[in-house]
């Protein structure tokens, strides 16, 4: 049965919705635009989404593009391996299904970078489709309005949420009710401090009525956030040219450049682990110079320190005449001015913007 408040959230929705540049979009903008609003907000994804659908207006366009363009398009907006995975389906797309993306949420799932909520999202919002969508923010709310007791992480407690979802979606209008979810989840229904008071559907909603929305939903407490040392050589050759490497394309920042270096083991000296890592990566050997910058940098899951120092190159480890792509995809001797041409992730980012600071300097 459809849920009992759906005419009061979709009247509150149509009249106060943002106007979004992927609003009644095409199909191909409707899912470029989810993936990219994946663990990122609003107002960071307009300009790079704008940027992308100009540079590629089509599914044809992006299958067609060059991982590097498609990555440098990207810098900045984090978890590349979502640029990746976009261009990767892209390719599926013309090859399997004429360029047109399918709308059946079972055939969006087979697709790089589409979970079960990206599919529900795409196939109701593009398609019309019957499929519920539940992220972190409709995961809240629905915990409210059941007055959920049970840890929203554990898996049994989402199996009871998408079994609800489902059995709760309209007999029409389901994108626009699965919008309407996640904006009330966004605005109203906040984390901390929700806006009981003006929302929408509170007569629906048991936590309020129990006085019991500051307690839902119930997640157990996480586990702190891992930390680790990493180091990264500036490392130049007799022109001044700097040494740098794309990283392999499974995995963190797959498929980005970076200055070479590596995650410090235990009990190990920043200046051995650099050497370490650069002899098993590209198999060179370089002379580690002074600590150049300290960067700090918070991934999803943990924190990161990097260590960068200016390195002089000495040579490829013999038999070998030139650098080796051991642990990297690709490397690459370039100019200061040519680190702009390449996609880097944001901590190599700021020592890149520490480099041009001291040569303004030096000016
Ligand atoms: Fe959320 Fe409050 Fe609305 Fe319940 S009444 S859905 S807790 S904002």
């Known amino acids: 049965m459809a849920a009992p ?135 809240r709310v629905f915990a409210r309005l059941l007055d959920l007791e049970e840890d929203i992480a554990a898996s049994s407690t989402r199996n009871r949420l998408w079994a609800q979802a489902e059995a709760w979606l309209p007999a029409s209008d389901v994108g626009d009710y699965n919008q309407a979810l996640m904006e009330l989840g966004q605005q109203v229904c906040r984390p901390q401090n929700p806006l009981c008071p003006a929302c929408p559907i ?21 586990a702190p956030t891992p930390h680790y040392d990493v180091t990264a050589g500036l490392i130049r050759d007799a022109r001044g040219s700097l040494l740098i490497a794309q990283r392999p394309l499974d995995g963190l920042l797959g498929g980005l450049w970076e200055f070479p270096g590596g995650k410090v083991e235990q009990c190990e000296r920043l200046v051995d682990c650099l050497k370490r890592e650069l002899r098993e990566e590209l198999a060179i050997d370089v002379k580690v ?27 490829a480890l013999p038999p070998h005449r030139e650098p080796q792509a051991l642990g990297v995809k690709d490397w690459a001797w370039v100019t200061e001015a040519q680190l702009a041409d390449y996609s880097f992730g944001k901590a190599d980012r700021l020592v890149i913007e520490e480099l041009a600071r001291r040569r303004e300097m030096l000016l």
């Open 289 to 315: 110079g002074a600590l150049f910058a300290v960067v700090d940098h918070a991934f999803t899951h943990f924190k990161i320190t990097l260590h960068a120092f200016d390195c002089r190159y000495l040579g």
């Open 202 to 222: 509170s007569a629906h909603c048991r936590a309020f009525a129990a006085g019991r929305q500051a307690l839902r939903p119930l997640r157990t407490k996480p």
């Open 5 to 139: 408040f759906v005419n009061e959230l979709l009247s509150w929705y149509r009249e106060q919705r943002a106007d979004l540049p992927w609003r009644d979009a095409d199909p191909y903008q409707v899912w470029l635009s989810e993936i990219m609003l994946q663990q990122t907000r609003v107002e960071t994804v307009i300009p790079y989404f704008t940027r992308f659908v100009q540079a590629y207006p089509t599914v044809e366009a992006l299958a067609a593009a060059p991982l590097d363009d498609v990555l440098k398009l990207w810098e900045g907006l984090g978890y590349y391996s979502r640029a990746q995975n976009l261009q990767r389906a892209a390719r599926i797309i013309v090859s399997e299904y004429g360029g047109a993306l399918p709308a059946a949420p079972e055939d969006l799932l087979k697709l790089p970078g589409v979970g079960r909520y990206t599919a529900g999202a795409i196939a109701s919002i593009a398609f019309g489709r019957a499929a519920p969508a539940l992220d972190g923010n409709v995961i």
